[in-house]
C-alpha cells in the first residue's frame, strides 16, 4: 500500500503535475495573447477613425471656406441665385458603421464623445446640406441671409471643436485617454 507523502514522490504524481502546469501556462499565454490581439485591434479601430475624423475636419475648413464666400458675396450685392448652395458631398463617414457593428466605436468614444460625433456626424450630412441650402434660399429671400450663415460658421465651429479632442486621443490602459492642447 503507498502512503499519502509517497504519492507526491511517485512518477505519476510528477508527470501528471507537469501536465497540469504546462496546460495552466499554455492557457495563460492563450489570454495574454488574446488580450494584446485585442488592444492592437482597438488602437487600429481608433487610428481609423482619427484618420477619418482629421479627413472630415479638413472639410469643415474647405465648408467654412464656402460659406465665407457666400457672405462675401451677399454683403457686396454679387451673388447669383444658383450661387446660393451648401455642399457637404466630400464628407466621408464609411468606417464609422464596421466600427460600430464591431463595437469599438462605443467603447473606444463613450456616451459623451459619441454624442459629440453624432451632432457632427449629422449635420455635415448631404442631406442636411440640402435642407440648409433651401433654408439660405428662403432666408436669402428674405433679407437674412447674412445672419443664418452666421448661424451655420458658428454651428460648424462648435461641432469641430467638439470632437476634434478624438483626433488627439490615444488608447490608455482603462480606455480612451484625452489630451490637452498644448497652449
Do not use: C
Amino acid at each position: 500500500m503507498i502512503s499519502f507523502l509517497n504519492l507526491f514522490e511517485s512518477e505519476a504524481f510528477a508527470n501528471s503535475f507537469w501536465l497540469f502546469l504546462g496546460i495552466l501556462s499554455g492557457a495563460l499565454i492563450q489570454h495574454t495573447l488574446s488580450i494584446l490581439s485585442s488592444r492592437r485591434q482597438a488602437r487600429t479601430a481608433l487610428r481609423v477613425m482619427q484618420i477619418e475624423l482629421e479627413y472630415n475636419l479638413g472639410e469643415v475648413s474647405d465648408f467654412l471656406s464656402r460659406v465665407k464666400w457666400l457672405k462675401e458675396r451677399i454683403s457686396s450685392g454679387q451673388i447669383k441665385e444658383y450661387d446660393l448652395f451648401i455642399d457637404m458631398q466630400k464628407f466621408d463617414y464609411s468606417s464609422i458603421a464596421p466600427l460600430a457593428n464591431s463595437g469599438y466605436f462605443h467603447i473606444l468614444l463613450g456616451p459623451r464623445l459619441i454624442k459629440r460625433y453624432l451632432e457632427f456626424s449629422h449635420f455635415f450630412r448631404v442631406g442636411n446640406a440640402e435642407n440648409l441650402t433651401k433654408m439660405l434660399k428662403i432666408e436669402h429671400g428674405s433679407g437674412r441671409s447674412m445672419a443664418f450663415l452666421d448661424w451655420v460658421e458658428e454651428r460648424a465651429a462648435e461641432l469641430s471643436n467638439g470632437v476634434e479632442p478624438i483626433t488627439r486621443s490615444r488608447l490608455g490602459v482603462r480606455g480612451l485617454k484625452e489630451f490637452k492642447k498644448l497652449q
